[in-house]
């Protein structure tokens, strides 16, 4: 494990390894989106696009893609870290030191501090609703401009409000990305709701050599 922005003390720790030694069986780790997403490529919404780009909308905002079935992480393993792009630059002071943060306007840890009520709560309440989806068409722009997917799936606790936040999202993103690029705009709620980690990592498990 490189670091956790979250939790704290686990700098460069050979997890696996670990696991390894004390359970003499092979290990294999990743972080929850890239494994969303994987899951929701192999099993789920996103079976037969690629590329796919898979959000969880939960505590924080995490990004995976997949390409052809497989995760692709970048030179550095950091390759879907949407939730620290910056769509509001005057904005408020995230966890990573960042300002305006995607993940620090949109994520449920964050709203609740914020607004003293929970993301159910919230998106219940219409003007609330409409500032809250430019925020999240202004973070998925940037990946439909960069990445181009075939589809975006969008997993975590907030993506079960369903229609209520998916139809005007879908508007608000077609209002951003206007008519000069024909990027397609596909984006839809996890097909495996909160099981979509659990299957990506018995697909990630399946990657494991035979020894």
């Known amino acids: 494990m490189a670091r956790s922005t979250h939790v704290?003390?686990?700098?460069?720790?050979?997890?696996?390894?670990?696991?390894?030694?004390e359970l003499r069986i092979p290990a294999i780790m990743d972080n929850d989106a890239n494994v969303g997403a994987l899951g929701e490529a192999?099993?789920?919404?996103?079976?037969?696009?690629?590329?796919l780009f898979y959000m969880t909308l939960s505590t924080g905002i995490g990004g995976g893609i997949a390409?052809?079935?497989?995760?692709y992480r970048g030179a550095d393993s950091y390759a879907g870290e949407i939730g620290h792009l910056t769509i509001r630059p005057d904005g408020p002071?995230?966890?990573?030191?960042?300002?305006?943060?995607?993940?620090?306007?949109c994520c449920g840890l964050w709203l609740e501090k914020d607004f003293g009520r929970t993301a159910k709560e919230l998106l219940q309440?219409?003007?609330?609703l409409s500032r809250y989806v430019t925020d999240l068409a202004l973070g998925l722009k940037a990946c439909i401009m960069l990445l181009n997917p075939a589809r975006i799936v969008v997993g975590g606790g907030i993506s079960k409000a369903g229609d209520?936040?998916?139809v005007p999202l879908r508007t608000e993103l077609r209002r951003h990305i206007t008519e000069w690029?024909?990027?397609?705009?596909?984006?839809?709620?996890?097909?495996l709701g909160d099981d979509s980690v659990l299957f990506g990592a018995l697909a990630l498990a399946k990657e494991i050599p035979v020894q």
Do not use: H, N, Q, T
Not at 45 to 50: E, I, V
Not at 93 to 105: D, I, N, S, V
């Open 8 to 21: 704290g003390g686990w700098l460069d720790f050979a997890l696996p390894a670990w696991i390894e030694r």
């Open 42 to 51: 192999v099993y789920g919404a996103g079976a037969g696009c690629s590329p």
């Open 67 to 71: 390409i052809d079935g497989k995760v």
């Open 93 to 105: 002071e995230c966890l990573c030191g960042a300002f305006g943060c995607f993940e620090r306007m």
């Open 125 to 128: 309440d219409a003007d609330f």
């Open 164 to 166: 209520a936040l998916f």
């Open 181 to 191: 690029s024909r990027a397609r705009i596909d984006v839809v709620p996890a097909a």
